[in-house]
């Protein structure tokens, strides 16, 4: 990191050297903004393509793609007339001639309004699609709204396909091996999802997200918030005039079902719109465990030594029942003030019963003088039922403000107000019909009030140019009581040893300034601040015990992207961020549902702090990429899972117990490369592939141990087959390879999903079909171990799952084509 402020000037300077010398004849640009005819609302990542005028679609002068903002500016033209063509998946596509002259050179188009495109298909058509992977500045936006193996799914099984992006089986969400992953939903956090930070990504279903936009490294304008980058879902939103809507209904093996009503209504300047999604699954699971555990010595004055072999099958199945809805408006004041205002409520079941079944052989070691090794065997029965429901709501509030004199200027206002109660009992039955039976229940309440409010303005500075600068503040409070209770003779008696209520506030106030703007050279520069403060407060009311915290950090970040002759870019980027540790991670309250290895937070717990350093190559041909990244992340103060023997809590037990919490361990250093690959083979037939290939090496927990460091690589295939102009076939292949963390090691995961669409009924009706892991090979097999502790985990989650579905669409909404002679938007498969 040191060589970082060496390598600003050196690319800088590659610039100059990799550019040609400027002809010494005179040369023009043009610039504008892509608007929608109707809402006035930029048109981002919009195709815009410079043609010689008189000339034919094949003598194409300069081409690309609007910034977020809708703005485009292409220079070095040379002197003449052209034609712009501008297009935009849902509107109709627009021309506009133009001259640049030795008097005139620079043409200023300003705003180009294109008005939503009218159905007429012509007998011949081909479908129009958004490129599926935009390379911006800081982010990159993939199209998923034609993702068919995602179909009848939720957002888990959208994010399974986005490059760079893994997930596993419980849900948890990774960039490039990294953790602690910051998800939003249309730019913000969703208390209703997540219940905190976290996002509950099976609540979202995939039929509603129209683009995925990842951050692998964010600049300062984004809260410093998840060390692995930020990944933002975009929601489908909808412009037509009218009352349009779509309904949709998907059914699943194995008792799986999800239906979702979309409604909206726009008239001149409002627009109000309705939403409702309901979700029942269930997912049967089975859990292999074979784990050998031994004391330390002085185990008691009876024994100097415990050792205790586990052998446990565990079947269950994770419930899910969910309840979702959107209710708001959109209002246009004038062209250049809008609001929107939205509340999103939403109700949460989930039961989840476990059998499990334990053959626990144990060995005593005799501290008698002559007396040998003894050993025991006992069969174990129990079951555990787990049910929790999270009642919430969001209420959000977006405000607006352009200006028709600077087109690039904006201000922006958002506000989010989260209320959640939530309930998570714990029923658990150990050795029943046995003299040790054991009857227990943990119990716990909670309530979390979050919000958050943030103003961002962006101010243009000449023709390319900008400064940005926001504040942000955010608040969040948590109420809870942990009540462990246990049945003695036909009555239930609360432990009090066991049981605490906490209280926990945490405030972050945030502000940053961020400068961008391109040199002659097409040289893209930005860089940022952004300072955070952050304090928490945290309380013990049985014990007394308070947790204090307050720091400041300071986040730089910058990038400097060159483009390159022949449809070329490099780009470098860095920057830092923060984890800072959710609550239940803090909570010292244990979890016994398996009292042989019970699991308990840290309040100690201090943020992680991480620095990001990439080096971006792309290379464009026709509608054909290939995108190369490396990248160094390091990672200081790793929050980490740690498993030790508890001497303490083995004696008089007669078996060994293991004690399963949190540490903040040395560094998690990891650097790699990345490829992605966009290739459309012919107009029917589409390739995305994704690879990544990195060393990650992690420092000993305790300092006793070696560090730990393996070679990893995850592989994505992802091909879209269209043989009938209404039918596409989609399959997708993925592979990650094996993992290491500071206690174990994961074995490799692999799986094939396979998805079928048929367009009906005018295009407006959809058939899907889907099976998800079509071999049934995704499993998780994980080796863990510790000092006196190892363990095999065989982990299966039912992942083949045939789906089929119906989609219909009404009003004026529709799938958008363009026929070929129209020369309009995306032309393939």
């Excluded at 610039?15 to 903004?33: E, I």
């Excluded at 396909?161 to 939003?184: C, K």
């Excluded at 690039?408 to 107000?417: H, I, K, P």
């Excluded at 002759?565 to 016994?592: G, K, T």
Aim: net charge positive; proline share 4%.
């Amino acid at each position: 990191m040191k060589h970082f402020g060496l390598l600003l000037p050196a690319l800088w300077g590659l610039g100059g050297c990799l550019l040609p010398t400027a002809s010494v004849a005179q040369t023009g640009a043009v610039r504008g903004t892509l608007l929608d005819g109707k809402t006035r609302e930029p048109l981002p990542f919009a195709t815009v393509a410079l043609y010689h005028a008189g000339a034919t679609d094949s003598s194409l002068a300069t081409g690309g793609q609007t910034l977020e903002n809708g703005t485009f500016t292409f220079d070095k033209l040379g002197l003449g007339s052209y034609t712009l063509r501008a297009s935009a998946l849902g509107h109709a596509p627009l021309r506009r001639p133009f001259t640049l002259t030795a008097a005139a050179p620079t043409a200023a188009l300003g705003p180009l309004l294109l008005a939503p495109a009218a159905t007429d298909l012509a007998e011949v058509t081909v479908q129009g699609q958004r490129d599926p992977v935009v390379n911006g500045l800081d982010k990159k936006v993939i199209n998923v709204a034609k993702d068919l193996t995602s179909v009848g799914g939720t957002a888990v099984n959208v994010l399974q396909n986005i490059p760079s992006v893994t997930v596993d089986q419980g849900g948890q969400v990774s960039l490039r091996g990294t953790s602690n992953v910051t998800i939003y939903i249309d730019g913000k956090p969703t208390g209703a999802a997540g219940g905190g930070r976290a996002t509950r990504l099976d609540q979202i279903p995939a039929s509603r997200i129209e683009t995925v936009e990842v951050m692998t490294n964010p600049s300062a304008k984004y809260d410093a918030e998840g060390g692995g980058g930020i990944i933002n879902i975009v929601l489908k939103k909808q412009r037509d005039d009218g009352v349009n809507g779509s309904v949709s209904a998907n059914a699943g093996t194995g008792d799986k079902y999800n239906t979702s009503l979309s409604l909206n209504r726009r008239k001149g300047k409002l627009n109000v719109f309705l939403s409702y999604d309901w979700l029942e699954e269930t997912y049967d699971r089975r859990t292999l465990v074979r784990q050998t555990a031994t004391s330390a010595e002085s185990t008691g004055p009876r024994f100097a030594r415990i050792s205790t072999l586990t052998d446990q099958l565990a079947d269950g199945s994770n419930g899910n029942t969910t309840h979702a809805g959107r209710l708001g408006f959109d209002y246009a004041f004038s062209d250049q003030h809008s609001l929107t205002v939205a509340l999103q409520p939403s109700y949460n079941r989930n039961r989840n019963p476990e059998d499990l079944r334990t053959n626990l052989t144990t060995t005593y070691a005799y501290r008698e003088p002559g007396r040998a090794d003894s050993v025991s065997a006992a069969p174990l029965r129990a079951t555990n039922l787990v049910a929790s429901k999270y009642p919430a709501i969001d209420y959000t509030l977006d405000y607006r403000r352009t200006w028709a004199d600077k087109p690039r200027r904006e201000l922006t206002f958002g506000a989010v107000y989260s209320p959640l109660t939530g309930q998570q009992v714990l029923r658990q039955r150990q050795n029943e019909g046995q003299p040790r039976e054991l009857l227990q229940q943990q119990d716990i309440h909670f309530t979390i009030n979050q919000g958050a409010a943030q103003l961002d303005h962006v101010y243009p500075l000449g023709e390319k140019g900008r400064l940005d600068a926001g504040l942000k503040s955010t608040y969040r409070h948590t109420d809870g009581t942990f009540d462990f209770t246990r049945e003695e003779d036909g009555v239930t008696v609360r432990d009090a040893s066991r049981s605490n209520s906490y209280l926990f506030d945490e405030y972050v106030q945030a502000g940053y300034v961020q400068y961008q703007n391109e040199t002659a050279r097409k040289l893209s520069v930005q860089a940022g601040l952004r300072v955070e403060t952050t304090t928490l407060r945290g309380l013990l009311r049985t014990t007394g015990e308070q947790f204090p915290q307050d720091y400041v950090n300071f986040f730089p970040s910058a990038t400097l992207s060159q483009v390159l002759p022949h449809d070329q870019e490099l780009q470098l980027s860095f920057s830092r961020r923060i984890n800072r540790p959710d609550v239940p991670l803090l909570l010292p309250f244990a979890n016994y549902s398996d009292p042989r290895n019970y699991r308990v937070g840290n309040v100690r717990l201090r943020p992680e702090n991480v620095n990001a350093l990439e080096l971006t190559y792309q290379l464009s041909w026709g509608r054909a990429s290939l995108t190369s990244t490396a990248f160094y992340r390091l990672i200081q103060n790793q929050i980490q899972r740690y498993r030790s023997i508890d001497d303490s809590a083995s004696v008089g037990t007669g078996y060994v117990v293991t004690r399963n919490t949190l540490v903040n361990i040395g560094h998690n250093e990891t650097y790699g490369l990345e490829l992605n690959l966009s290739q459309p083979l012919t107009k029917w037939w589409r390739l995305l592939a994704n690879a990544s290939a990195y060393r990650n090496r992690v420092s000993a927990t305790t300092g006793t141990e070696a560090d730990l460091q393996n070679f990893a690589y995850t592989a994505r295939l992802n091909t879209t087959l269209s043989p009938h102009k209404k039918l596409d076939i989609q399959l997708t292949s993925t592979f990650n390879s094996a993992a290491v963390t500071p206690q174990g090691r994961i074995r490799p995961i692999y799986f094939t999903d396979v998805a079928a669409s048929l367009r009906v009924l005018h295009e407006r009706g959809t058939i899907t079909a889907r099976v998800s892991d079509v071999f049934n090979t995704n499993r998780l097999l994980f080796r863990s171990y510790a000092v006196g502790y190892e363990a095999d985990f065989d982990s299966k989650r039912e992942t083949r799952v045939a789906w089929l579905g119906f989609n219909y669409r009404f009003g004026n909404e529709q799938q958008r084509r363009a026929p070929l002679s129209r020369g309009g938007g995306s032309i393939g498969g």
